[in-house]
């Protein structure tokens, strides 16, 4: 669906309502205009009647007229004005009747339509917000304008259609204005879900979008207090760890070197390796909020990776190009690359692993046995192969967390004898078999 599925559907149901309205006005105006230019039209078989009555007297032009003047009727005299009304104004309804053949006028006056037709008609005309009859034989023609007659006004009814039509706009707007807050949720949703913890959902209303947004602004209260409290209590464990461990190694080295010092030296070590991976769970499940992606030459981040495990220069072959550039976090990403260079060096045969860097993908590969369940097992917490006495189970999963959040995914398959693990942003095709 569209990102505004809500206002596009309001919209269209404000244009459907509109535009249904607007048509059932412009039918009732149609049916209702027709109708009074009907009743009004009715005036002419009064015209037609003093017409018939006038010529069977054989009355003069004048006492036609003021027959007309009777019934607020008038003729038009001015030629011009005769045209101009009948070719440019607008020509209503007409009535067809039969004439005795005798005319009122006794010197035939010129006609605007042809002296062939031989029809007599009556017809209605509107003109300047006026109405006019066009009385029309094959002998003469009349202009009539009726004084008492109006033409169809639309005024009421278009009053009540912009009465209408403001209530309909006035509802949708408000419709819309009830919408905003849901808008506002939408959008504090993804400020809080892109890490944002100080944003607030409070809105004032009772209305079920402000109590569903106001009970959001509660939890996000809560889950902030939980995290709090969960930071403090990770500070103070670390601390109070930490402490006794150092401690305790410094008074290890004291000690003669014996069976029991090595044992107690390993303990120690054990111990502080266990609360570093810890370290890096929590920074796991905070969703690595605090991660500071900078371009860092790859050659210089795996020098640090190198560094952080000790590894000596005999049990790794690097192929990187020292111009390649990587936006990563420095330390976390090393940390990664850390843990796969031990993972290669340990479980090798030969205790070497080879690194190859190119473009958007980092291999490593070394010379053993493959592992003994899938990939995806070994990604999970806590999880390790029965060989890795010594190891928390950690390892993988913490490789596999850094660098999904800096878009890589960890991919691996046994090839020949060799494992290969590489870091990249797509399944690659595979290489030829080394």
Do not use: C
């Not at 009349?142 to 006004?153: E, G």
């Not at 402490?243 to 303990?267: A, D, Q, W, Y």
């Not at 473009?359 to 899938?374: A, I, M, Q």
């Amino acid at each position: 669906m569209p990102r505004y599925s809500i206002l596009i559907t309001v919209l269209i149901a404000l244009v459907v309502t509109l535009s249904t309205v607007s048509f059932t006005v412009w039918e009732f105006y149609q049916l209702n205009r027709q109708q009074y230019l009907s009743n009004i039209f009715s005036k002419n078989e009064l015209a037609r009647q003093i017409y018939n009555d006038a010529v069977h007297r054989g009355s003069s032009i004048e006492n036609f007229e003021k027959s007309l003047g009777l019934y607020k009727l008038s003729v038009i005299h001015d030629y011009k004005m005769k045209k101009e009304l009948i070719n440019e104004g607008e020509h209503v309804k007409k009535v067809i009747f039969e004439t005795n053949g005798h005319f009122i006028t006794k010197n035939k006056q010129p006609l605007i339509i042809s002296d062939l037709l031989q029809e007599s008609f009556i017809e209605m005309i509107i003109y300047h917000e006026k109405v006019y009859f066009f009385l029309r034989t094959p002998g003469e023609y009349f202009i009539l304008q009726a004084h008492d007659l109006q033409p169809y006004r639309m005024g009421n009814l278009l009053y009540a259609y912009l009465i209408i039509i403001w209530i309909i706009l006035f509802s949708f707007s408000y419709i819309l204005r009830r919408f905003y807050p849901l808008w506002q949720l939408r959008d504090n949703i993804k400020k809080f879900a892109d890490g944002d913890m100080t944003v607030s959902f409070k809105i004032e209303g009772k209305d079920e979008i402000s109590e569903v947004s106001n009970e959001f602004n509660n939890a996000v209260q809560k889950i902030n207090n939980l995290i709090e409290s969960r930071n403090l209590f990770m500070r103070n464990i670390m601390h109070e760890l930490k402490t006794p461990i150092t401690k305790g190694r410094f008074s290890v080295e004291m000690l003669e070197s014996t069976k029991h010092k090595e044992r107690l030296l390993n303990v120690f070590i054990r111990m502080e390796g266990l609360i570093n991976e810890m370290a890096l769970i929590e920074e796991i499940a905070s969703g690595f909020e605090n991660t500071n992606k900078e371009e860092y030459r790859a050659v210089d981040v795996l020098s640090e990776a190198i560094d952080m495990g000790f590894f000596e220069k005999e049990n790794y072959t690097l192929d990187i190009s020292s111009d390649l550039l990587w936006n990563v976090d420095y330390k976390l990403f090393a940390t990664a690359i850390k843990n796969m260079i031990d993972n290669a060096i340990k479980y090798s045969e030969e205790r070497k692993v080879i690194i190859t860097a190119r473009k958007d993908k980092l291999l490593f590969e070394n010379y053993g046995p493959g592992l003994d369940e899938p990939l995806g097992y070994y990604t999970e917490p806590f999880t390790k192969s029965h060989k890795a006495v010594h190891s928390f189970g950690l390892g993988l999963y913490i490789v596999s967390s850094i660098i999904e959040s800096h878009g890589y995914k960890l991919y691996y398959e046994h090839l020949n004898g060799w494992n290969r693990f590489w870091f990249a942003k797509k399944v690659e095709i595979k290489e030829e078999n080394k």
